[in-house]
Nanobody, 124 residues
């Protein structure tokens, strides 16, 4: 069973915005760090951003940090990735997963099987 479900992807023009959602299930959701990853065609899955249960955040690189914002609503068991000023190179399937800390997610560790993800396609 995959306890995390991604949604919110779509087709958007370069410069546009999308907000991805990661829905979690179970009372333990709020105790996990949640991370977003992405995988473009013919590439490996890569870390994008993570948020600790207490709200601390990590981003993969400055160019992501300047445009993306990760947030969470523990009352709703939700984590969001607000993506602004999207670029064609952001095109990928986006996934979320969980671990004990954001740093473990940044290192590629994850607790659960990968879900189906949500497709983000940015055209110029």
């Amino acid at each position: 069973q995959v306890p995390l479900v991604e949604s919110g992807g779509g087709l958007v023009q370069a410069g546009g915005s999308l907000r991805l959602s990661c829905a979690g299930f179970g009372r333990s959701f709020s105790s996990y760090a949640i991370g977003w990853f992405r995988q473009a065609p013919r590439t490996e899955r890569e870390f994008v951003a993570a948020i600790g249960w207490y709200g601390s955040t990590l981003y993969s690189e400055d160019s992501v940090k300047e445009r993306f914002t990760i947030s969470r609503d523990n009352a709703k068991n939700m984590v969001y990735l607000q993506m602004n000023n999207l670029k064609p190179e952001d095109t990928a399937v986006y996934y979320c997963n969980a671990e004990a800390t954001p740093d473990l997610l940044r290192q590629g560790s994850h607790n659960f099987e990968w879900g189906q993800g949500t497709q983000v396609t940015v055209f110029s």
